[in-house]
């Protein structure tokens, strides 16, 4: 049996809710989904500023997951905060939906488009995509200009906007595939893929099944090099939780 830790970074319930489902979803049946949040932080993540705060709630959480001994760790937002910081941490796998989804869309399409929230997070997508090495598989990036939260406000507009700007940009990007750029979207991926004919990706769901894939290769982070534990130092104020004990 194996226990993979999900983090939705921000601190909105009913977006863990809604990511831990997508997650229980394609768990295989050997797989645990423990879903969780940061107890205090920023209740949705937006920016370079709130993925600064988030960083820290997801290392919390990190910490909490590896002495809990779980067997993988996922960090559910788009912009994947705190992810090479989290391998340093983890023992186990880190694996973040952004990069997940990426790799997924390259497996299954020559050439991808991103449909996310607000305009301005449109470059922490561009910037991953530079780290990852997809920027050339990257047809095109598109935002429905909602917050994050408008997900979770029960009225379906959100939902609506993104199944419109997918329709859009399979129309006009010439990409074969859609990559969903938020955790919030791990709902709508598997009905987008059957109306639309295309390969809707969403984050959430790729990475349980690379967590399962890397566990079942007996895979874990390097500590190796340049993600091994991070050098042992006195943390003082509200980062002394992080100090070895
Ligand atoms: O960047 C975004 O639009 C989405 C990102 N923000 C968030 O709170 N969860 C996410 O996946």
Same mark, same amino acid.
């Given at each position: 049996?194996?226990?993979?830790?999900?983090?939705?970074?921000?601190?909105?319930?009913?977006?863990?809710?809604?990511?831990?489902?997508?997650?229980?979803?394609?768990?295989?049946?050997?797989?645990?989904?423990?879903?969780?949040?940061?107890?205090?932080?920023?209740?949705?993540?937006?920016?370079?500023?709130?993925?600064?705060?988030?960083?820290?709630?997801?290392?919390?959480?990190?910490?909490?997951?590896?002495?809990?001994?779980?067997?993988?760790?996922?960090?559910?937002?788009?912009?994947?905060?705190?992810?090479? =910081?989290?391998?340093?941490?983890?023992?186990? $796998? /880190? &694996?973040?939906?952004?990069? *997940? +989804?990426?790799? !997924?869309?390259?497996?299954?399409?020559?050439?991808?488009?991103?449909?996310?929230?607000?305009?301005?997070?449109?470059?922490?997508?561009?910037?991953?995509?530079?780290?990852?090495?997809?920027?050339?598989?990257?047809?095109?990036?598109?935002?429905?200009?909602?917050?994050?939260?408008?997900?979770?406000?029960?009225?379906?507009?959100?939902?609506?906007?993104?199944?419109?700007?997918?329709?859009?940009?399979?129309?006009?990007?010439?990409?074969?595939?859609?990559?969903?750029?938020?955790?919030?979207?791990?709902?709508?991926?598997? =009905?987008?893929?059957?109306?639309?004919?295309? $390969? /809707? &990706?969403?984050?959430?769901? *790729? +990475?349980?099944? !690379?967590?399962?894939?890397?566990?079942?290769?007996?895979?874990?982070?390097?500590?190796?090099?340049?993600?091994?534990?991070?050098?042992?130092?006195?943390?003082?104020?509200?980062?002394?939780?992080?100090?070895?004990?």
């Amino acid at each position: 049996r194996i226990r993979i830790q999900v983090i939705n970074p921000n601190t909105s319930q009913a977006m863990t809710n809604t990511i831990g489902l997508a997650a229980q979803a394609v768990a295989g049946p050997n797989s645990e989904i423990l879903a969780v949040c940061p107890s205090e932080g920023v209740p949705s993540i937006e920016g370079h500023f709130d993925e600064a705060i988030a960083a820290v709630g997801v290392l919390e959480q990190i910490k909490i997951g590896r002495e809990q001994g779980v067997d993988g760790h996922i960090i559910a937002c788009f912009g994947d905060p705190g992810l090479m =910081a989290a391998r340093e941490l983890a023992r186990a $796998p /880190v &694996i973040g939906i952004a990069e *997940a +989804a990426m790799h !997924m869309a390259t497996l299954v399409s020559t050439r991808f488009s991103i449909v996310t929230t607000l305009p301005r997070t449109l470059i922490i997508a561009r910037h991953l995509l530079q780290l990852y090495g997809f920027s050339h598989h990257c047809a095109a990036l598109h935002a429905i200009d909602l917050p994050v939260l408008a997900l979770e406000d029960g009225s379906g507009m959100a939902q609506r906007k993104v199944r419109e700007r997918c329709i859009q940009a399979i129309k006009e990007d010439g990409s074969g595939a859609i990559v969903l750029g938020c955790g919030g979207m791990a709902d709508l991926a598997r =009905a987008l893929t059957l109306e639309l004919g295309v $390969p /809707v &990706i969403d984050g959430v769901s *790729a +990475a349980v099944k !690379m967590v399962e894939s890397l566990a079942a290769l007996g895979l874990s982070t390097s500590k190796h090099g340049d993600l091994d534990y991070p050098e042992t130092k006195p943390l003082s104020g509200q980062f002394q939780i992080f100090n070895a004990e």
